[in-house]
């Protein structure tokens, strides 16, 4: 029986690409989503996988939600913890409400998404839990206190953690993508890309949102047990930690 992965914001982006390379590993895949209902249908049309619409700041939300892609799939034994938002700014002029935004989606929802599935994962003894941080939580950037505040805050979740299940069997990591080729980022003007951004890349090109799905398979297989705790750096060298 294929185990069952579950991708928050699975359905765009670094997400979809998680979400597809893991139905391609011959998971069964389900993927949630925030707001964009068309999105999630066309991605669901498209690659038969299932999506399901919960707020993962909310915990309330990610325990129902995740209940219910238990009745309908079987127990979580795969979660990629990859939904994230940016609310930019200077700390000067950070709102209140910017910063709570970032850290509840960021940081509060790792709580949210993985404590929900983790008695099942330690009865079960096994369990891959993978969040999606970034090199900005590595590095810091100016202009995202609270977004390198959350991302860095994911990378002690995993260290800590990976402490306590190791003994059960599950794994936990993280991923600190660079630069990706998504919507996002190549919504950026070519010229600012070109000058501002590739220079300090030393590959000399963006990354490519499969090449995190990639990452996440191999983290989440089981050849991939004897890693946990981890910090991968998939930037193209921009930033070496």
């Given at each position: ?11 765009r982006g670094i997400g979809e690409a998680i979400s597809k390379g ?49 009745a309908e799939l079987g127990p979580v034994d795969v979660l990629v ?123 000399g090109r963006l990354g490519e949102p499969a090449e995190i799905a ?28």
């Open positions: 029986m294929a185990k069952v992965a579950l991708v928050t914001g699975g359905s893991l139905k391609a590993a011959g998971y069964t895949v389900a993927a949630s989503y925030a707001g964009n209902d068309e999105a999630a249908s066309k991605f669901t049309a498209e690659t038969g996988i299932k999506t399901y619409k919960w707020d993962v700041s909310n915990y309330e939300s990610c325990v129902a939600g995740i209940a219910k892609v238990e913890n990859n939904a994230g938002i940016t609310r930019d700014g200077m700390f000067h002029k950070m709102t209140k409400e910017q910063w709570d935004a970032v850290i509840n989606t960021n940081l509060n929802s790792l709580f949210n998404m993985t404590r929900p599935v983790w008695e099942g994962m330690r009865a079960r003894k096994f369990g891959r839990v993978i969040c999606i941080s970034s090199i900005n939580g590595q590095k810091g950037q100016m202009g995202q206190v609270n977004y390198s505040a959350a991302k860095a805050g994911d990378i002690g979740f995993v260290k800590a953690l990976a402490q306590e299940g190791a003994r059960a069997g599950i794994t936990v990591n993280a991923i600190c993508p660079g630069y990706i080729a998504t919507e996002m980022v190549k919504a950026i003007d070519p010229a600012v890309i070109e000058k501002s951004i590739l220079p300090h890349i030393p590959v990639r990452a996440v398979v191999f983290l989440a297989s089981d050849e991939a047990g004897f890693i946990t705790g981890s910090t991968l750096s998939a930037n193209g060298g921009q930033y070496m930690a």
